[in-house]
């Protein structure tokens, strides 16, 4: 009997462990931890328009101005801080809009200001973005463009690893408010040349390829 108490001791600490364990793990996510998709601003990809997004280089030239012209980037929580302007919320929309928004608060210092905002290097708000996620040769973020195409988006990311299940990928999408997901056909479009699963891709779309079971 005495050879079973390190045995019956072992056991204890196991089972308070596993209890510890499980309490900690009760609730899966911290409060407000869960990402939620957001929506992403472009609903018409026929309408689609360049929204600018952190990360962003912008070129700003103020017409007669010099002094106030200059290029700044697009912080993390989406504003730009220009010579007598700070704090400009500019995620989120167009160039021509940020141009109209600093001439209205540069028209307290300058009479009637012109406004020209260029885009240089295109990152975009993280709801314009395509995601792919899972067995691509180089899983990323990319800007959206015009009329992307889901092999345009494979020849991006470098096509497929070894141990893709292409024909099992799927694109999350956001349709009238709710989260939905479509199946895709990447191995017959990449492999074997079937054009007709080329699909329109999205603002906002995430694209899961999963590991195929061998």
């Keep these: 009997m005495k050879g079973m108490r390190p045995v019956w001791l072992a056991c204890t600490a196991v089972i308070i462990s596993l209890a ?19 929506h992403p601003r472009t609903t018409d990809p026929a309408q ?15 017409w007669g101005s010099p002094e106030v012209s200059q290029t700044v980037t697009v912080r993390p929580d989406g504003k730009v801080t220009s010579p007598l302007v700070e704090d400009v919320a500019v995620s989120g929309l167009t160039p021509t809009q940020v141009a109209r928004k600093l ?36 899983p990323q973020a990319l800007s959206y ?26 694109v999350v999408r956001i349709v009238d408010g709710k989260q939905q ?17 080329n699909v329109h891709i999205l603002p ?7 590991e195929a079971w061998f």
């Design 103 to 138: 001439e209205e608060s540069l028209g307290l210092y300058i009479k009637e200001p012109i406004v020209t905002v260029i885009v240089q290097g295109f990152v975009g708000p993280y709801s314009e973005q395509v995601r792919i996620i899972g067995e691509a040769d180089e």
């Design 181 to 197: 997901q479509y199946g895709l056909r990447i191995d017959d479009l990449v492999e074997d040349g079937d054009i007709s699963a």
């Design 145 to 170: 463009r015009e009329d992307m195409t889901l092999l345009d988006v494979m020849i991006a990311v470098g096509g497929l690893t070894e141990f893709a299940n292409g024909n099992g990928a799927s």
């Design 204 to 210: 906002g779309d995430i694209i899961i390829i999963p």
């Design 20 to 38: 510890f364990l499980t309490g900690c793990t009760s609730n899966p996510y911290p409060p407000l931890s869960k990402a939620v998709a957001k």
């Design 48 to 62: 689609y328009n360049y929204l600018i997004g952190p990360g962003d280089s912008l070129n700003i030239f103020v």
